[in-house]
């Protein structure tokens, strides 16, 4: 009976993540929100803040290109900029999507300061999960 209830109690808290403090005292972290509504030009001004965090952010698009993976799957590259010449560059797998230049969108997605393709590599990109147009007025 004891083995079963102790079975239970680690069933249980073993999806819970857990921080250890200094004094050995556990704590349960609380999940962090989904995405992180920012800017570009927050983004831009201090990237290692943002780097792997989930975000969502507005802007223009500029320069599209559309590209197959080297497994022969679409996914669409663009800039991102707020108007000025602040902008990160973003990607959106399994789809080439319907983008022009100057299009306004809201996008969701992991944002990285840096990252490697090949040998190249690329600052401010973030990788997109979702990618909605937006009226201008």
Known sequence: MYNVKLLVFLIIFSFMPIKLTLAGEAQVVPEPAEFMEVTIDQLVSDPG????????????????EY????????????????????????????????????????????????????????????KARAVKKLETT
């Open 67 to 126: 590209t197959k993976s080297s497994k022969g799957e679409p996914f669409t590259l663009f800039r991102l900029n707020d108007g000025t010449k602040n902008e990160v560059r973003v990607y959106y797998e399994d789809e080439h999507l319907a983008l022009s230049k100057g299009d306004k969108v809201r996008i969701q997605g992991r944002f990285k300061q840096q990252k490697k393709y090949f040998l190249y590599n690329i600052k401010n990109v973030i």
């Open 49 to 64: 803040e943002y780097n792997n965090e989930r975000v969502t952010l507005e802007g223009f698009v500029d320069k599209v």
